[in-house]
């Protein structure tokens, strides 16, 4: 899937060699996402958090191989929670994930992704990125408004607070390993919970026993109307098309992954994974944005963060519920925050600094070999940003607020694209009456 797999081995070796306790905070910085999700399935019998654990940790490590950038793979969402609110069967559920897979496969192969892909303009993708980024937000708001002051002991807006001052003191220290940090403290605050709880049981070896989900027609029939359909906007737009322009926004100096080959990605996971109780997954701009923030810089910390959950998927599996289940909310609530205030800072750069307002590499400095490159890269050489006009920049910024604002206000990104691309191409449309008018 990668056209330059040589130039993705170097870039971990290096990043291995001179930044491993930075990759390795930035390995758990989607943890604020995954742990709630994953464990919620796991409650309502929706998946088995063995083959979750296990099929999650080796896409972990096959993308961070392939493309070497810390691609995250998180739940799909929308699934997930479609799942946990209606109590879906494991089959069921794996369903809706490979109607999902399925779709986006054959779009990949076939190049209907790309051509979606090259259609969207810019502000559409940074609206989707910064409401994405938001929405992560308010999740985070979400979880930490129900925390008391000082009680429970361990899971109060004491630690949260304490955890948000350490964000801020180190918020211009990129490679401190702040969710490293944070996530040791947290799993220690569990251990302790799940050791005075009278009830509670620490992880004990439980070996991975297989078992493949045969999905009934009934199963198929609710996984794919009442969550399958919903999921393929949100995969489509945020898991890949936001994630490749993510991904050359925070790692212009490496080759970003292609559409086709996030596609491909996204779809092979799924078609293997959900067929043993796995919970359907994907890739996410903002997981992406919060591995970046504590750290990641390449493909090391996914395949860290792979090899981790492999080993607890075969070894333990199952045992781990109820110490995750005990995991404080105030300190995931941060790192969720965290998260999503890096993913809506994507929309700063919609007007100086997008890729669309780059100069064309084909100048005398770079010649026709430069051009070769940067297709070959699929990545424009910044030489220079095109100008813009106050009304071109009052455009773009209405397209990419208009898209926000939809996705926010029907939390659906499927609404905040329509309602982006109709803005976009009425502003086109408006330009092209004035000209002919005149």
Known sequence: ???HPQISRTHNLFHLRHGLLSEV???LGDVGTLLPLLVALTLTSSVSLSSSLVFGGLANILTGLVFGVPLPVQPMK????VAISQSFSPAATASAGLFVSGVVMVAAVTGALRWFAGVVPIPVVKGIQVGAGLSLVMSAGKTLQPLHLSRPWADNLIWSISAFI????TIRATRFPYALIIFLAGITLAAILTCIHPGGVLPAPRIWHPRVVIPLPEDIRNGVLMAGIGQLPLTTLNSIVAVE?????????????????LGISVGAANLVGCWFGSMPICHGSG???AQWRFGARSGTSVVILGLFKLVLGLVFGDSLVDLLTRFPKALLGVMVFAAGLELARAGQSLNHDARDLWEDAGNEEFGDQGVRESLIQGQMRRVGNKDLKDEERSERWMVMTTTMGALLAFRNDGVGFAAGMLTHWSFQLLKRWRTRSH
């Open 245 to 261: 322009h993510l991904a050359r926004d925070l790692l212009p100096e490496h080759p970003s992954p292609g559409i086709t080959s």
């Open 287 to 289: 997981g992406l944005a």
């Open 1 to 3: 899937m990668s056209p």
């Open 166 to 169: 350490l964000l801020c003191t």
């Open 25 to 27: 905070s930035g390995a």
């Open 78 to 81: 929308a699934i997930a929670a």
